[in-house]
């Protein structure tokens, strides 16, 4: 099994770092997940532009977690169902 690390600001690749700090303040944290994929500058800047055109559409905010939310659910993230829920309900 591949061990993944958990990533800081210091230790992330110099490609992942911008976003890893923007995440940083937007959370208050750096979300475990993200943590792992700022290893890998290419994948980490895929799943950021994702999450940028997710937000960028036509759906409110609201409908966005939820959308994130059933996706978290059917992945089995603990993680990240909490993080949509609460910022669904906020």
Same mark, same amino acid.
């Given at each position: 099994?591949?061990?993944?690390?958990?990533?800081?600001?210091?230790?992330?690749?110099?490609?992942?770092?911008?976003?890893?700090?923007?995440?940083?303040?937007?959370?208050?944290?750096?979300?475990?997940?993200?943590?792992?994929?700022?290893?890998?500058?290419?994948?980490? @800047?895929? /799943?950021?532009? &994702?999450?940028?055109? *997710?937000?960028?559409? $036509?759906?409110?905010? +609201?409908? @966005?977690? /939820?959308?994130? &939310?059933?996706?978290? *659910?059917?992945?089995? $993230?603990?993680?990240? +169902?909490?993080?949509?829920?609460?910022?669904?309900?906020?």
């Amino acid at each position: 099994m591949c061990h993944h690390p958990l990533h800081t600001i210091e230790s992330v690749p110099a490609q992942s770092k911008p976003v890893l700090q923007q995440l940083q303040q937007a959370f208050g944290l750096i979300p475990p997940i993200a943590a792992r994929m700022a290893g890998s500058p290419v994948l980490f @800047n895929c /799943i950021t532009g &994702l999450f940028e055109h *997710v937000h960028s559409g $036509s759906l409110t905010e +609201v409908q @966005n977690q /939820i959308l994130l &939310l059933t996706s978290a *659910v059917t992945n089995a $993230s603990v993680w990240a +169902v909490a993080l949509h829920a609460a910022l669904a309900l906020k």
